[in-house]
């Protein structure tokens, strides 16, 4: 879980989340939105992948992203139990 949350206290990251929130996306219409170097494009996608937050599939010499959903809940829903937020019965 802390590789999600590393992964999300970047604002790139989470751009990169909200895009892919959308729909899918190439590696290439990603950085378009970014006005950032590719290697640091890559390091995000990288550590996006490693927190398993995206998962990148490869169709010739394309890598098309996708957001990993169940992930993000997850670390939403232990964020909301550390601050007693989550599940409330009444």
């Known amino acids: 879980m802390n590789q999600v949350y590393r992964a999300l206290s970047d604002p790139t990251r ?4 909200q ?4 729909r899918d996306l190439t590696a290439g219409e990603l950085a378009g939105h970014f006005d950032l170097a590719k ?3 890559s390091g995000h996608f990288a550590v996006l992948k490693e927190a398993d937050l ?4 490869r169709k010739g ?5 996708r957001l990993n959903v ?9 964020l909301l ?9 009444e």
């Open 14 to 17: 989470r751009r990169i989340l």
């Open 19 to 22: 895009l892919l929130r959308e």
């Open 39 to 41: 290697p640091t494009i």
């Open 54 to 57: 995206i998962q990148g599939y």
């Open 61 to 65: 010499t394309t890598i098309t992203y």
């Open 70 to 78: 169940s992930v993000l809940e997850e670390a939403l829903m232990a």
């Open 81 to 89: 139990e550390v601050f007693g937020l989550g599940d409330r019965h």
